[in-house]
């Protein structure tokens, strides 16, 4: 799809990754991007700028209601990002408790399938794009986030059913695969780390070229990903060395 006058929506706007996604697609032309933020008031540094482009959105992606009114109020919508994550990195064994590992799979996995599902008939009406945010680790399970890879897992199985089921109207559905990027979150993932905006680049690209796809975002996500595809089994039994640390 092409982004100029596109009417975009990206959770988890206010930092990270979302933020980025926010000031591309300001610069590449886009007519409208609601700017979706659990807690709108740390929306202030994307909003500084006052371009009347940029709407500001209340929204928890755990949240129904939230999710229901979004899709109300948001009824234009061209291209959906579901860029909000969590992650706590820990082991599936050492985790205190499974709240965590619930948390990501809610922020992870229920969230943009709730979004999905929201969207889809908004989408519907001129075919529309829908980004999911997943991970090099839905392909390979790291233990020390152990229980958020298995949320990004399940969140690059629901990406390819959902662009089945959607192709029949006209959306393009894209996986973003990326390695450990320079975020909050990315911090507690050793160097060297991709910048995010390779990351949004690699997609808007690929997203205006009109791939149905996984974009494998980064030359340094692409060197990952091409070792994997060479030896499955030894990249992923080099992962399995990597555990969870107590301090
Ligand atoms: N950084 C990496 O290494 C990396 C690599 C591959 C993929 N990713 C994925 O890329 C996406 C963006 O990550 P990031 O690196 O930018 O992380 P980040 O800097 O930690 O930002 C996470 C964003 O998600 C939002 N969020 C969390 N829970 C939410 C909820 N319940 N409802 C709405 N928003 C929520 C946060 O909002 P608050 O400010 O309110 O907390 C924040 O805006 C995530 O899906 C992540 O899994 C990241």
Same mark, same amino acid.
């Given at each position: 799809?092409?982004? $100029?006058?596109?009417?975009?929506?990206?959770?988890?706007?206010?930092?990270?990754?979302?933020?980025?996604?926010?000031?591309?697609?300001?610069?590449?032309?886009?007519?409208?991007?609601?700017?979706?933020?659990?807690?709108?008031?740390?929306?202030?540094?994307?909003?500084?700028?006052?371009?009347?482009?940029?709407?500001?959105?209340?929204?928890? &992606?755990?949240?129904?209601? =939230?999710?229901? *009114?979004?899709?109300?109020?948001?009824?234009?919508?061209?291209?959906?990002?579901?860029?909000?994550?969590?992650? *706590?990195?820990?082991?599936? #064994?050492?985790?205190?408790?499974?709240?965590?590992?619930?948390?990501?799979?809610?922020?992870?996995?229920?969230?943009?399938?709730?979004?999905?599902?929201?969207?889809?008939? &908004?989408?519907?009406?001129?075919?529309?794009?829908?980004?999911?945010?997943?991970?090099?680790?839905?392909?390979?399970?790291?233990?020390?986030? *152990?229980?958020?890879?298995?949320?990004?897992?399940?969140?690059?199985?629901?990406?390819?059913?959902?662009?089945?089921?959607?192709?029949? =109207?006209?959306?393009?559905? #894209?996986?973003?695969?990326?390695? =450990?990027?320079?975020?909050?979150?990315?911090?507690?993932?050793? $160097?060297?780390?991709?910048?995010?905006?390779?990351?949004?680049?690699?997609?808007?690209?690929?997203?205006?070229?009109? #791939?149905?796809?996984?974009?494998?975002?980064?030359? =340094?996500?692409?060197? &990952?990903?091409?070792?994997?595809?060479?030896?499955?089994?030894?990249?992923?039994?080099?992962?399995?060395?990597?555990?969870?640390?107590?301090?």
């Amino acid at each position: 799809m092409k982004i $100029e006058n596109a009417v975009a929506l990206v959770t988890g706007a206010n930092r990270g990754i979302g933020r980025i996604f926010v000031e591309e697609l300001l610069k590449r032309g886009v007519g409208k991007v609601y700017v979706a933020a659990r807690d709108t008031t740390s929306l202030c540094d994307v909003l500084k700028s006052g371009d009347r482009r940029l709407v500001a959105l209340p929204l928890d &992606v755990t949240d129904p209601d =939230q999710v229901a *009114a979004a899709a109300s109020v948001a009824n234009d919508v061209t291209l959906l990002i579901n860029n909000a994550g969590y992650a *706590a990195f820990d082991g599936a #064994i050492s985790a205190a408790d499974l709240d965590d590992a619930r948390m990501e799979m809610e922020v992870n996995y229920f969230g943009p399938l709730a979004l999905t599902r929201a969207f889809a008939p &908004v989408l519907a009406k001129t075919g529309g794009a829908v980004v999911n945010m997943l991970s090099m680790l839905s392909l390979i399970s790291l233990p020390m986030a *152990a229980t958020y890879s298995a949320s990004k897992a399940a969140g690059l199985s629901l990406t390819r059913s959902l662009r089945g089921e959607l192709a029949a =109207q006209g959306t393009q559905v #894209i996986g973003v695969l990326a390695v =450990q990027t320079e975020t909050a979150m990315g911090a507690k993932l050793p $160097e060297p780390r991709l910048s995010p905006l390779e990351v949004v680049t690699d997609t808007l690209n690929a997203l205006e070229t009109g #791939i149905n796809d996984e974009v494998i975002a980064g030359a =340094q996500t692409r060197a &990952v990903h091409q070792a994997f595809v060479a030896d499955p089994v030894k990249v992923q039994a080099m992962m399995l060395t990597r555990l969870p640390q107590r301090v």
